[in-house]
């Protein structure tokens, strides 16, 4: 029997333990929660938190120097690739060498490599707590103007990570970024403006082949949170191998040699420029779902093949050539391996729904869908009954995931939007959270956010919504007329509703209500769509409005 470690026993990692399985090999899984979601799916577990490198190491020695061996180390979907590398290099297993895992784990190192070898990338400024004062924002903006970025050097999932606008903003930004650091530091950053693409690929043997292009779908500043992605990004192809150039320049500039890589860049005005590269497949279902029901490969499977040292034939044979296209800003680099991409065959697109402020009452299907291009309903855990549930911050605090799968585009976004918008979580009434968000108090550093789900009345649109909508009456047939003119009859929440599905929807929910003020309830509903709507009347309901 052959031995990997797969580090994590998220969600994240489940097509890792699933893949290796199906490969003959006993898993073993290191987690630092006895209660991950995924250890009953693995062969053995140890509780060893994945910062702990060395007592990683220490299991895989012992592994290693038993008489079954250790044949690899691998990880997915998580932020210790470095760790991966660390043992692997001490104990000579196939992956990344430690330097360039951790080059592409530090941002502040992985900006220092692109910078040295001409990749384009934002300019950077580092900043540990003890320089979080006014003279930061000066050495800040002698290289750079507003807006600019600031994230932890070294975490994932957008954690800590915003846009900052204005001086107001900057310090608490920076403060929030440091203590989501592992190390206690931030990186301030360049904004750059462009659409995003999420890009995967495996390194072997001089060859970089990606295996996963997709577009991005990124919303609410000064946050970047991002509603779904679509695969394969429908982009012209001087752009797709521009940006796969790029890519592969930075890989190469971190020192990737042996396994994954993932990218996010953004396309500017001035051609490709790189967020980051990480040393590990992506997260937030690409690498484990939307690919691998795109293009019939899956590619965890593949990188698994490359960490136990055999050949990835696979990917090999699907393998086909790119075009080495550097942009301008890198005219005169030489191609850093030979490229490849595995494409799509069809279409998976990712989607994700949201909730207000508020705690958690009851969650449910306002309809039944039956669109058989639905492939995943993927509920994040943390969301319960009586769990408390916010607008998100980053891209962990998402309510949950829905991904559709067609051969027609059009199709798979819309089944994926279409399950999105259907999905309802009842908000308990009488909660301050909600008070608070539609009566639209922000916080000092955060000017508009969270969003209104449609827009704000004004005083003259307010003056013609007197009265009050009767008990247990159709709501749908209260629209005012100035709500059904060209201006808001496309807008669409964050959950893909239009005001109109919004009031339909209200009469499945609460064909029975108490009689509502019409100017608080058409205030709760653009301000919070249908969560905001049903707040209201359930409050109402329970006499205290």
Known sequence: MKNIVILGAGLMQRPAIQSAKKLGLHTIVVDADPKAVCIPLADEF????????????????????????????????????????????????????????TNASIKTQMRACFEKNGVPSPKFVRAGKEDITPALLETVLSKMDFPFVVKPVDNMGARGCRMVRTKEEFLPAVQVASENSRTGYAIIEEYMDGPEFSIDALVYDGKFVVTGFAIRHIKYAPYFIEIGHTMPADIPQKMHDELISVFALGAKAEGLKCGAAKADIKYTKNG?????????????????????????????????????GNVPQKLLDGAKPVTYTPSDLCKNLPSPYELFEVPCLRTSAERAWMSIPGTVEYIENITEFTDKAVFDVLPRATVSIGSKVNFPRNNVEKCGNIIAVSHDRNMAIKAAEDAVSNVFITLKPETKETDDYLNCVTQSDEENFP?????????????????????????????????????????????????????????????????????????????????????YSDTCKAGKK
């Open 272 to 308: 490709p420029m790189i967020g980051e590269i990480a040393a590990r497949l992506s997260g937030g279902y690409m690498s484990g779902w939307t690919y691998p029901y795109a293009s019939d490969l899956n590619l965890t499977e593949q990188g698994i093949l490359i960490a136990t």
């Open 451 to 535: 969003p209104d789900a449609f827009g704000r009345l004004n005083e003259a649109q307010l003056a013609q919504l007197g009265g009050v909508i009767a008990a247990d009456s159709p709501v749908s047939e209260a629209l005012p007329d100035f709500l059904n003119t060209d201006e808001y009859k496309e807008l669409t929440d964050w959950n893909f509703n239009t005001i109109s599905q919004t009031l339909n929807k209200f009469d499945i929910l609460r064909a029975k209500h108490p009689e509502l003020n019409k100017k608080a309830f058409f205030k709760a509903l653009m301000r919070g769509g249908i969560q905001g709507a049903v707040y």
């Open 46 to 101: 140890y509780k060893i938190d994945l910062k702990n490198k060395e007592g990683i190491l220490e299991l895989c020695r012992r592994l290693k120097n038993s008489p079954d061996g250790l044949d690899g180390v691998f990880t997915a979907g998580t932020d210790f690739s470095a760790s991966v590398s660390f043992v692997c290099e001490k104990l000579g297993l196939p992956a990344h060498s430690f330097e360039a895992a």
